[in-house]
């Protein structure tokens, strides 16, 4: 299995042109317009639709467009793009056709800055448009990951009609790692029954995410909790590292994730029996095994790039059964292993109690070292 | 002599919007304040003598309510017989 | 007392009918309103080209929201504004198609503004259906980007003010000068003959499209009865005598092979 080194946009553009999709628009923004770029380059080589928008409006709407033929078609942007996107994402979603659309993390919030962060989860998580929709969302911690999670993401967005992002915060979208890449896929030509094509010889097909009367409305929302409820029955994923006789858990996705295993390595070197849980699904969440975890665990800690996103969704998932203490970088700040070992060291030595908030310590150490 | 025409006004589509009785250029279409079409409008109708068949009233209509005809001259027919 | 008819002709032959790519329906829309004549003219067009059964419509956010309802062949709802984008994406991953938008002012003119002329300078192969009637209809009576100096609407209630509120725009004369355009014309609904000559334009703009001209628009003069406060006939007159001073009827893009065309 050969593998190449390359950087994580180009990687995800690539294993997307292998994954058969079909149309690419996008916009350039930092830290993902190297994924813009490779497409452009690629896709008509393909013979395929590459489009650079005037706006990640445009591109959304777009991506919207092409979704409702039945091709396989996705974006690519940051976090101030997501925003932009959000009244199209909620058409697509509404609409129920599939689109995958990449999320570069950068800090934020606002225009922030170019650094990496994880500062989206929220508001790709929770947040992604207006109205009752469930987007599917995958967090790699690697450009390996990322590659995989590319081309599951395709098949998911087709097999549950809905949108899925890969949030890759901006670290993934800018390194370079050795990567296997997977075996292209033939462009799937047969189209899904209710694709819109203008084809004759059939009656007419409409898309839309308009229903005047809200007794039809309400059918249409029911059917995405019906579906969703699929979906989290079907397409958690999670990784665990070290966790069967673990006292203390780790959690983090993505490059938090991804540091913190270094960090539990170490502490694991050190005697401590700590272990990582790294969800690879933001959406669904894994809140079941979260709340196995916490009948187990004597304490979690649960890193981010962020000021504690994925903590609400633990902490929900968690009921109380568990103490837990939050360690955040934001702004584009990158903790390192040993930021978090020392956290870790910090959750043996001093537990937390039930009733200690989260968030209380880190700010306080944050503080103390930004003065 | 000018062609005579006909035209038929579908009452399940009229809305009564009175562009046809306005720009018939022979004004053989009126309103008709007597009646009313399941939708609750004031169909248009033909009432005189004097249609050309111009075709003006369903190229004015919003609603696509109106067929058109044109009576076939008596010439044309005699024509088509003897060839 | 019922109206007598006259005496029905003999020997008739069928002059005009609805044509085929309406489905058989009443609108939505109100009494007099253009949007069923700029339907009808999109229909009878599509059927004479022989096209119905390869287009797929866009429906915008106006009072046409449920243009898609009307027609029988496909059709997509777009979020306002977006109509070029969603063409584009769609002529892109099926270039055969006949692919067509269909927008009021404020979907075209003031939150699509990028995407219109984007979509124009791009030269995509699609054609839009402007509806040009100087007021916001769906949302009751606002102002437009199109709206008249002095015009009375909702949220000009003392008449549009060019001092705080600006200068109506005038969107067939800015497409005109993107090289991606191929056909950018105005015309008007506001009476028989003036309708027909829309009709041919509508006809010329979709053969921009088939014949891989480049992009094509045809900006319609429109009424507005209700928000206008008119009856369908004032609102017509008032369209020839405001609107079309206002935004002068003519061609203001036509590449040398369309002006050779005759249809």
Redesign the interface.
């Known amino acids: 299995m050969t593998r190449e080194l390359m950087k994580g946009n180009v990687a995800m553009a690539e294993a997307a042109i292998r994954a058969g999709v079909e149309a690419y628009f996008g916009y350039p923004i930092t830290p993902q317009s190297e994924l813009l770029e490779w497409m452009s380059k690629r896709m008509p080589e393909e013979g395929r639709v590459f489009l650079q928008a005037e706006s990640e409006v445009a591109a959304i709407n777009m991506v919207y467009g092409a979704a409702c033929t039945g091709a396989r078609v996705m974006t690519s942007t940051s976090g101030p793009g997501i925003s932009l996107m959000a009244e199209g994402i909620s058409y697509i979603a509404g609409t129920e056709v599939p689109a995958v659309i990449v999320d570069v993390v950068r800090g934020g919030p606002g225009l922030g800055n170019i650094a990496p962060s994880q500062g989206d989860y929220r508001q790709v998580a929770h947040g992604a448009g207006h109205g009752d929709f469930f987007p599917i969302v995958l967090a790699p911690s690697s450009v390996q990951e990322a590659v995989d999670l590319i081309g599951e993401a395709f098949d998911l967005a087709e097999k549950y009609r809905t949108v899925v992002f890969v949030v890759a915060d901006g670290s993934i979208g800018q390194m370079m790692e050795p990567v296997s890449l997977p075996e292209p896929r033939p462009i799937r030509r047969e189209r899904p029954e209710w694709a819109v094509t203008g084809t004759p010889g059939r009656s007419r097909r409409i898309l839309t995410s308009l229903y005047l009367k809200p007794e039809d409305e309400e059918i249409v929302n029911l059917r995405l909790v019906q579906r969703w409820r699929e979906v989290e029955a079907n397409e958690i994923r999670y990784r665990e590292y070290y966790l069967d006789d673990a006292d203390y858990v780790v959690m983090g996705f993505g490059t938090a994730g991804r540091v913190a295993l270094s960090a539990v390595r170490a502490a694991r070197a050190q005697g401590m029996r700590v272990g990582l849980f790294r969800p690879v699904s933001l959406r669904p969440f894994p809140a079941q095994a979260v709340r196995e975890l916490a009948q187990k665990a004597k304490a979690f800690l649960v890193v981010e790039m962020n000021g504690g996103q994925m903590l609400d969704d633990v902490q929900a998932a968690a009921q109380g059964q568990v103490p837990i203490r939050f360690y955040g970088r934001m702004g584009g700040m990158v903790p390192f292993p040993d930021e978090v070992l020392d956290e870790i060291q910090a959750l043996v030595d001093e537990p937390p109690t039930l009733d200690e908030d989260p968030r209380a310590r880190w700010l306080a150490h944050m503080q103390r070292r930004m003065s | 002599m000018a062609a005579k025409g006909w035209v038929e006004i579908d009452e399940t589509l009229c809305k009564g919007c009175e562009l046809c009785v306005v720009y018939c250029p022979v004004d053989v279409l009126i309103l008709d304040k007597d009646r009313l079409t399941p939708q609750g409008y004031h169909p248009a109708a033909l009432a005189k003598e004097g249609c050309t068949g111009c075709n003006i009233c369903a190229v004015v209509c919003p609603e696509a309510a109106i067929t058109v005809y044109r009576e076939v001259k008596p010439r044309a027919r005699a024509k088509a017989k003897t060839s | ?19 085929e790519s ?1 489905v058989d329906s ?2 939505h ?9 700029a339907h ?1 003219l999109v ?1 009878e067009v599509l059927d004479e080209m022989g096209l119905s ?4 419509g ?2 915008p956010v106006g009072c046409a ?2 243009a ?2 009307y ?9 306002h504004g ?1 109509a070029p ?6 002529k ?3 270039p055969d ?3 067509f938008t269909y927008q009021g002012d404020g979907d075209l003119a003031s939150i699509g503004m ?2 219109i ?2 979509a124009a300078a ?1 030269g995509e192969r699609i054609t839009v259906i402007f509806i040009n009637n100087a007021i916001y209809g769906m949302t009751g009576g606002q102002m437009a980007p199109t709206t008249l100096p002095h015009q009375v609407t909702t949220s000009s209630p003392r008449g549009r003010d060019v001092a705080t509120q600006g200068f109506p725009i005038r969107m067939a004369e800015i497409l005109a000068n993107l090289d991606g355009a191929a056909y950018i014309v105005r015309r008007s609904l506001h ?2 003959t003036n ?2 000559k829309a009709k041919k334009a509508i006809r010329l703009a979709f053969e921009a499209q088939v014949r891989d001209l480049g992009f094509s628009m045809v900006e319609l003069l429109s009424t507005c ?1 209700t928000n206008w406060g008119m ?3 004032e609102a ?1 007159e008032w369209v020839r005598d405001n609107m079309v001073p206002a935004y002068p009827l003519g061609d203001y893009k036509v590449v040398p092979e369309l002006q050779k065309l005759r249809v």
């Not at chain 3, 007392?1 to 044509?19: D, E, F, G, S, W």
């Not at chain 3, 829309?29 to 004549?37: A, M, S, V």
């Not at chain 3, 984008?85 to 769609?90: E, L, N, R």
């Open positions: 007392m019922t109206v007598a008819a006259p005496t029905k002709p003999k020997n008739l032959k069928l002059i005009y009918q609805r044509p309406l009443a609108t829309y109100c009494p007099g309103c253009t949007h069923g004549i009808r229909a059964d390869k287009t797929i866009i429906a929201v449920l898609y309802e027609f029988t062949f496909d059709g997509v709802e777009a979020a977006r984008a969603m063409a584009t994406g769609i892109r991953v099926l198609r006949v692919v990028a995407e002329i984007h791009r009476d028989a309708i027909r009865p009856s369908p006939v017509m």
